[in-house]
């Protein structure tokens, strides 16, 4: 490689903080050749969806006088509040990954040298983070609900305006968790740690924190009252569990979005590398 | 037009808590040379070179990489800088090529053009679509110079690049970078190995407890100041009276090959010698080594770091 020395003015590409589609691309790279994290996302999304559905389709068939079909508006509920949480689950091991795994493999250093700057390197983790969690969280959705829809039989099936509300709330149940994890991994440097905290956090500590009454509105802080005011009605009968205003619940959202990624961005740009 | 030194540090200086890592450092890297930044583990090297690259934030001082003041225009400069340091760190579960794509996607776009050059001039071709977790350590370090390859770069910065090579990867290393330095490119060689910078490199730093205690050409550090020859006839005693007698010989005393001739200080050296040659065939002696005497760089560094030890 003799390729001759050219001195040359550096585009203002490689000093702005938002990414190039290649370096969103070289991210995405990154996460879909590892074949562990691609294999558990779509065992936490897709397989559970086929999984509990073909289940129930064989336990119509073989006994239509106990087991209803296995469409239906009920059954959409139920698989719509497995598949939210096993979302986030999902969503958790892709952001830590994103976030801990250049630090973790001892790239960021190889890639700080290149002089791109580090903002630029961590942003192009969201859009890239995105690309893998939500075609895989997409497609368990459509499963759930074509299988609910298609397999109702003469149950009542899901409508279209609830399909697509569900839709929506299941993007923003997802999102929170991503970009609180790969937040909290950059700002932390370890996956490991941060997907035990994060799942302590979000499987545990805050469902209960929800559930405790004596936090008064403190209560509307954490994402999952947030979520669930936002939630489709008829996904959530038996009401939330932290009455707050729309706009309360959009603001909390936004928060538990912005935070974790301006603390993890802080990180990346003031860390040694 | 380019700057003469590629890298230009004034008191550069990096402490943790109470430990001074780096001391007032100012080194002058020439364009073109292969520089070997020379000294003991420890001794501060990589702290440095990880300042140079942003990889850490300097205490106090300045500091230039290819003519640009760093961290202002850092970006800018870097560009056309390729680098390893310390052992070069790769995604194991990406291939050779990728892990070069991964990298080139954050530099200029021609980096992607330059991806399949740098792998066939480190002799990794073959090997490119292999997963990185499968490759010994000599071929993680000739990856690692493909990806500092992906710039096109002026200068090149390499931490202790023969670290874990086998003879033969060590020699094959050597000639890529004087392969480098005849392209044109500078090569900033930061080593704890004697043999290893005075084979490689012309210009040299001699970096002891985060100082920069001595620099210049390998020729004039190994001289050490004065002007010296070797010279062996077939009859050294009669030689040795010649010596004695001359005005520009300083002194003159037997060494296990030869004699050791100290010149005056002030002599012309290359006209000192020729008439000291001179005098010697005309008494009737051969000749049978003349030659500028050299302290081998291990000995002119033990003795500068001794000197360092005993006055500390």
Known sequence: ?273 | MSAPYVVETSRLTKRFGERVAVDEVDLHVPRGSAFGYLGPNGAGKTTLIRMLLGLTNATAGTMRLLGRPVPTERSAALARVGAIVEEPRFHGHLTGRENLRVIAAAREPEAHGRVDGALARVGLSNRADERVKRYSLGMRQRLGVARSLLADPELLILDEPTNGLDPAGIHEFRDMIRGFVTEGRTVLLSSHLLDEVEKICDQVAIVDRGRVVMQGSIAELAAGGEQAILIATSDDERALTILAEHRAVASASPAPDGIRVRLQTEAEAEAAADDIGRRIVLAGLAIRRFEPARMSLERRFLEITSRLEEAA
């Open chain 1, 1 to 273: 490689m003799n390729t001759p020395m050219v001195t040359v003015e550096l585009p203002h590409a490689r000093r702005r903080p938002w990414p190039s589609p290649r370096l969103v691309s070289a991210e995405f790279l990154k996460l879909r050749k590892r074949r562990g994290l691609v294999l558990s996302t779509l065992v936490l999304t897709v397989a559970p969806m086929i999984v509990a559905y073909v289940v129930l389709a064989i336990l119509h068939a073989a006994e239509p006088a106990k087991y209803g079909p296995p469409g239906s508006l009920e059954n959409f509920s139920g698989s719509m509040e497995v598949l939210t949480q096993l979302s986030a689950v999902a969503a958790i091991l892709v952001g830590a990954t994103l976030g801990a795994g250049d630090l973790g493999a001892g790239v960021f250093r190889e890639l700080v040298v290149t002089g791109r700057s580090r903002l630029a390197l961590y942003s192009a983790r969201v859009p890239a983070g995105l690309a893998l969690l939500l075609p895989l969280v997409g497609g368990a959705f459509a499963i759930t609900a074509a299988a609910a829809t298609v397999l109702a039989g003469s149950s009542e099936a899901p409508s279209g305006s609830l399909l697509a509300h569900a839709a929506g709330w299941l993007a923003l149940v997802t999102a929170p968790s991503f970009t609180l994890a790969l937040g909290v991994s950059s700002l932390l440097g370890s996956r490991g740690t941060s997907i035990g905290i994060l799942l302590g956090w979000q499987l545990v500590a805050m469902p209960l924190l929800v559930q405790v009454g004596a936090l008064g509105d403190l209560r509307e802080a954490f994402v999952d009252a947030a979520t669930q005011r936002l939630a489709p009605a008829a996904l959530v009968g038996g009401g939330v569990a932290v009455p707050m205003s729309l706009g309360a619940a959009v603001v909390v959202l936004f928060a538990w979005m912005a935070l974790p990624l301006a603390a993890g961005a802080w990180r990346t740009c003031t860390r040694d590398a």
